[in-house]
């Protein structure tokens, strides 16, 4: 037995990593940016204790604050070893689906008691289509990394034959609560595994450390203020959550069973009143679909029953944003894919069926893997789906203009105005488009200029703090030539978004143009510490110019030539100073350093000739060392 089940450990392994080998193609998408890509608090490895106090280092952006330090220990671990190659963000989302399919298999093979129905369910959950969202999106770790550690805590407890077993099963468990409060369910279907599974009575000593570890991560993010935020943000009344999620439940039902026409925003829209058609037929049919179950399943398919209702209580109850999500199924589908294995055992239906279904579900993996590839097929196949949700339209409008398809990012923003004429991040982002047309259309750039403003006024009555509208505003001041309305917007957007860079580098832009070079300085230094590139240390470099700074702005410009490379415009600057630089040294009688100086002046300056042979200035700066030299 041992030796079949490291052989099925090691086929689920290389099976699932083969069907999702395309995923490593993927890219990061919309919630990764202000939690991984923009989060300056996953740069440091010597953060990792802060996440454990901080809730406020989940996220880039304060009002996304989340309790996740486990979650966020994975994401510095991440960019410790790999920076921003999401391969390796992909990489681990994938390893961790692959110990949840194992996790899977043990525990189907414990309580099953039968191999081959514990292979299909491990088949069933490592393979079906609603897995690949978790894996393909990187934000999504916060569910497969919680229901790992639930999933090795529950068969950690099941297996425990001590008081040292429990207390491994309790630490799992602790580690799922540091991923995704989802987990805080798990006390509870121990309780239920023990009294319909076992038919036992509930030993305290053995649940109570369960309960205790619970309290404790609720007094926690009760302190921390997680969970007073988490219930007063709410997007709809509890009535409207309700009468909503009767539907969704439905509609997961579905996916599960029929995993087609998968999508990142699935057109599903609010109910209001219990009297609508649609919430009536769908409760009438969970009540009469439970009474039937209930009357004809076993006990032991029932606990999964209530297993995977379970697990999507928190998101039935809290209403979030997004009103159905496919990876909120990711532990319910542990559920059905134990029910799958159940009917194999009870032959009720023929094994040939399954392994055709597990083909088919391979095939649609690999078909929903290539859609992650980058943000505008994910979103160009998702409005196709959803043509009447506002997010598929602004997200893809966002890809297309990345790609340089302007005209169609804005037919794509006017689209999603139509659906919602108050979309904050639509509105914005045209305004975007107006702007970077100022530069290219001279003669009407004024007309640009004023249609920008109105889009960004419209949204900063609406949102006065809203980031993007700040920034952009900023940006309109500042290429009308109103270097002091540009700097009030811009300081405004960082004090108000401390953490992104883009506002300190801006401030310390037009601050430059005013002439306020130790303003300057400052913001530019900020901007460095949150984020380093070759923009901020060249801006760094030409403010040390004004500073008469010499030998810091040579420190600036190599900095910004490690990270872009054979850059001309930041060689030559260099050059420059190079030979103000040598030149003063050498007046000073330090003819060495002088002389250093020129020949790295000299070779730059050759470089830039061997790049560009046209480049008047370095040629005349070559002659003129040339002939200082003599």
Known sequence: ??????????????????????????????????????????????????????????????????????????????????????????????????????????????????????????????????????????????????????????????????????????????????????????????????????????????????????????????????????????????????????????????????????????????????????????????????????????????????????????????PLNVLVNEHRLYMSLVAFSMSVAYLLKSRFWHRTLFVIAGLVFCGLVVQRNSLWETEEILWNDSRMKSPRMVRPWVFWGIALGKNGNVISAESAYNAALRIDPDHKTARTNIAAIYLERVNKEKDTSKDWLGLSKIQLENVLSRDPNYREALQNMGSMYFLNGNWAMADSFFTLCAVKHPNYADCAYNIALTSTNRGEYQRAKRWIQRGIELESNEESWSLLGRIQVKLDALEEAVVAYRRALSYSGPNINYMYNLAEILLVYGQRAIDAGSLNIGSNRWTEAKHLLEDIISLNPDHSGARVRLIQLAELSQ
């Open 1 to 318: 037995m041992k030796l079949r089940t490291a052989l099925a450990v090691g086929a689920l392994s290389l099976f699932i990593f083969l069907v999702y080998q395309n995923s490593l193609n993927g890219r990061f998408h919309y919630d990764d940016y202000h939690s991984i890509l923009y989060n300056p608090h996953i740069r440091n490895i010597d953060s990792i204790p802060d996440y454990f106090a901080d809730p406020l280092l989940f996220s880039v952006d304060a009002d996304k604050a989340m309790y996740r330090p486990m979650l966020l220990v994975s994401y510095a671990l991440n960019y410790a070893f790999g920076g921003y190659d999401p391969k390796g963000y992909l990489a681990v989302n994938t390893a961790i689906h692959i110990v949840a399919t194992i996790l899977v298999f043990l525990l189907a093979l414990r309580l099953i008691c039968n191999y081959e129905a514990a292979l299909v369910a491990a088949f069933c959950f490592g393979l079906h289509p609603l897995s690949s969202e978790p894996v393909n999106y990187i934000s999504s770790r916060s569910e497969s990394l919680a229901v790992m550690f639930c999933l090795a805590s529950m068969y950690a407890f099941i297996s425990a034959k001590s008081y040292k077993g429990h207390f491994f099963s309790c630490v799992l468990f602790c580690f799922a609560l540091m991923v995704k409060s989802v987990a805080c369910v798990l006390p509870f279907i121990l309780i239920i595994f023990d009294f319909i599974w076992k038919k036992k009575r509930i030993n305290w000593y053995v649940h109570g450390p369960y309960w205790m570890v619970l309290g404790v991560y609720l007094s926690t993010i009760l302190t921390n203020g997680f969970l007073l935020k988490s219930v007063s943000g709410s997007p709809r009344g509890v009535f409207e959550q309700a009468f909503t999620q009767v539907k969704a439940l439905v509609y997961y039902l579905y996916l599960m069973v029929m995993p087609v026409s998968l999508n990142v925003e699935h057109q599903f829209f609010v109910s209001k009143s219990l009297l609508e058609f649609e919430v009536l037929v769908c409760g009438l049919f969970l009540i009469s679909l439970g009474l039937i179950l209930f009357a004809v399943v076993t006990r032991r398919i029932f606990f999964w029953m209530i297993f995977g209702l379970t697990f999507l209580l928190p998101t039935l109850i809290v």
